[in-house]
């Protein structure tokens, strides 16, 4: 365990042993070094545990939390609530971060005062295969006007300036839980913005929230 890590990363996982690895090694490589992986299991039949365990008896950094079944939105809260960083970063168990996704990112946010930044995006299917990529807006400007029609960044490219999260009493809810959060650090006066670069590979499956909304 790194004591006070300049980057929290909160993963939520259910039944996640089909990608979880892929997930989490692509944390794990990260260039940037200085931070921790919590990640929030809910009790799964499939090998998830197991998989995580693993990863524990390697690598200090990954911190296993039990979620207690209370949805993505709790698993998130309860999650939030255990970082010991100045920034929070998302991450979901079925997507891949590229290696040099902090690194970049903690660099835009520094530079330009952001609270909350994402970044471009590979689509990739349940192979691994390229199907398309998500551009996002980059300014602060742009991001608000986008949420008329989509989402300003994907939920797991996503790195919060925890602080924010704190002084403005923000904690996510169950339904629709990053886009409600957006809108209501939008509204609380976040300054939005992403990096100008692919950070993420998002994996656009039939179950996933983005798909079925």
């Known amino acids: 365990m790194i004591s006070n890590p300049m980057i929290s990363v909160v993963m ?11 997930a989490i090694e692509s944390i794990l490589n990260q260039t940037y070094k200085d931070f921790e992986l919590l990640i929030i299991y809910d009790e799964s039949p ?11 008896e390697k690598d ?10 209370e949805g993505i939105g709790g698993a ?7 970082t010991r960083g100045i920034y929070i ?14 690194e970049k990112q903690i660099k835009h ?19 691994g295969k390229i199907n398309g990529i998500g551009i996002m807006p980059r300014s602060h400007d742009l991001c608000g006007l ?18 924010f999260l704190t002084n ?10 990053d886009f409600d959060m957006w809108i209501r650090m939008f509204s609380a006066g976040a300054k939005f913005g992403n990096v100008d670069d692919v950070v993420t590979k998002y994996r656009v499956l039939d179950e996933s929230l983005s798909t079925i909304h």
């Open 168 to 177: 403005s009493s923000l904690k996510y809810q169950n339904k629709y839980e």
């Open 89 to 102: 970063a998302r991450m979901d168990a079925d997507d891949v971060s590229l290696p040099t996704r902090f």
């Open 60 to 69: 200090a950094r990954v911190i296993l939390i039990n979620g207690g079944m």
């Open 12 to 22: 939520p996982v259910y039944n996640g042993e089909k990608f979880l690895k892929d």
């Open 46 to 56: 499939d090998g998830t545990l197991s998989i995580i365990q693993e990863f524990q």
């Open 76 to 82: 998130l809260n309860k999650g939030i609530k255990k």
């Open 146 to 163: 986008s949420m008329m029609f989509m989402v300003p960044f994907p939920h797991s490219s996503v790195m919060m300036l925890k602080s």
């Open 109 to 127: 946010m520094q530079n330009i005062g952001l609270d909350i930044c994402g970044g471009h995006s590979l689509l990739i299917d349940s192979d």
